[in-house]
């Protein structure tokens, strides 16, 4: 978490709150890091952390935004913003779909 916060606070993003949700209480298998956080104008910020090896594919943009679903059922909140961290090769094809459905990619 510190990672986030620390790679958020250099481009001047400051949260009040930023709660991790953990996998397995969305109901999923997946290693990734899921956070919601609420800036200071109260806003929502849904935001997934992503660490592996093998290239992001299409697949993975619909399996994000299922994971995005989830999240929201759980919360209850209505998101105004996706940030999405990826430390992995990412797929041109998959780069622009993800920004089509309005993740913003760091």
């Not at 400051?14 to 200071?40: C, F």
């Not at 913003?81 to 430390?87: E, G, N, S, T």
């Amino acid at each position: 978490m510190q990672f986030v916060v620390d790679s958020l606070r250099q481009r001047g993003k400051i949260y009040k709150k930023m709660q991790e949700v953990t996998p397995k209480e969305l109901g999923i298998r997946n290693k990734i890091k899921i956070y919601s956080a609420t800036d200071t104008n109260n806003k929502f910020w849904a935001i997934f952390a992503v660490s592996q090896k093998s290239r992001i594919l299409m697949k993975d943009v619909y399996k994000f935004e299922e994971i995005f679903e989830k999240l929201v059922l759980l919360s209850e909140k209505t998101f105004s913003h996706k940030l999405i961290f990826i430390d992995a090769p990412l797929c041109s094809k998959a780069e622009a779909a993800l920004k089509e459905v309005g993740w913003k990619i760091q």
